[in-house]
């Protein structure tokens, strides 16, 4: 019984709440006028779960239960970090730009994609000279900072700081790849990094702590497999039925 429940029963929970976080959150986003103290609170609750859940079952690397451990690869799980700093020491924006496989997606949806932004030189090689189509979900600048689930919010100016970054690349007349950038009428919680690495396949990379310091946000990272292919349905599914910036130096002309 206690084997079956390891091997079979935890996995599926481990899912059902993941999914159901993201469920709240792809709600969020269609819906932003929902937004009410129950739904933030159940969104945290769903998040809570699943992060202790997962970064619980992560012990299982040093435990005897080497079965449990096998499904959750099976099911997609790589890795799980508990910080900024300890991700970027494995996976870090160079290892993307170095190893993402040419004429493939970058999609990063990010509350003010900041971090991203201030590499944009590299972002603009990897478009020219690796073919790569790059997809940046961010939070319109232009909503009212009090809505944010995040107190005293200040990420409005970094998302337009962003936006001014993103604004230098330029992108070579005939080039395959190119760059979109989707506004959104909400505030995201977690970010998603999505893109195919040359050796280990398709990757996501799931970080949560939205305006928390570097080691405060813990890390999932998954490889092709079955959460892989929702969660990357799910923020896929942000951009359906929306038009990104057309040009964008003409829209922050009304921040400046």
Known sequence: MRKYLIEKILPNIIAICLVSSLAYLLLLIRSPDSISDEFISNLIAASAITLLLVVGFSFIKFTRHRSFLSSLLALGFRD????????????????????????????????????????????????????????????????????SPIKDDHGKDDIIGSLKRLNRIQVQSGSIGNLRIYLIPTFLLSSFVFYEDTKKGETGVLEFGADMSSDERPTIILNEGYFLKYIKKIYWKITEKRDPIDNLSSYLKMFD
């Open 80 to 147: 799980v970090f508990s910080s900024r700093d300890e991700l970027t020491a494995h996976i870090s924006l160079n290892h993307i730009f170095n190893n993402i496989r040419s004429n493939s997606d970058l999609f990063i949806a990010a509350r003010s994609a900041l971090t991203w932004s201030l590499d944009y030189q590299n972002l603009e090689k990897i478009i020219n000279e690796k073919n790569i189509k790059v997809t940046f979900v961010i939070a319109d600048p232009n909503l009212n900072m009090d809505n």
